[in-house]
């Protein structure tokens, strides 16, 4: 699922900027402008019986062409703010969680998380297994 995600937002960055992509790593004769995808730490909670909630968090960097770097990572941050909310693969939309960008050392540092959730196949007991018997006697008082 992680592959997909990042797949979806590579996508949906390439689409409006149409600027350079590099994943998880920066080639040493960059060029500018351009951006570097990093996943980063994904985790799973457990929800409730067979349901989990994944987290599958970006870090998304902004290198700017300009002198004026303020104003263009600004303006970069705004567009991503809109066209990462929802991105999509295939058929499936996956919604971002938290969305947040900032400006430091004339790079924009844009995260942003995903959090589908998952329902996973219990493969140690079936429906009968998780099922137990109750007995009950009953008397009654006359």
């Not at 989990?52 to 567009?79: G, H």
Request: aromatic letters at 10%.
């Amino acid at each position: 699922m992680n592959s997909r995600i990042r797949q979806a937002v590579i996508w949906a960055i390439s689409e409006e900027f149409g600027f350079p992509i590099y994943i998880d790593t920066i080639e040493q004769d960059l060029e500018e402008p351009c951006f570097l995808i990093t996943s980063l730490m994904n985790t799973e909670s457990h929800i409730i019986m067979n349901r989990y909630q994944r987290q599958y968090p970006y870090m998304i960097q902004y290198f700017p062409e300009s002198e004026d770097y303020n104003t263009e990572c600004s303006k970069v941050s705004d567009k991503l703010l809109d066209i990462l909310e929802y991105v999509k693969n295939g058929d499936t939309v996956y919604r971002a969680d938290s969305l947040s960008g900032q400006t430091q050392d004339g790079i924009l540092n844009f995260s942003v998380t995903y959090k589908p959730m998952v329902i996973k196949e219990r493969k140690s007991e079936t429906s009968e297994e998780a099922m137990n018997e109750l007995e009950q006697n009953l008397e009654v008082k006359g």
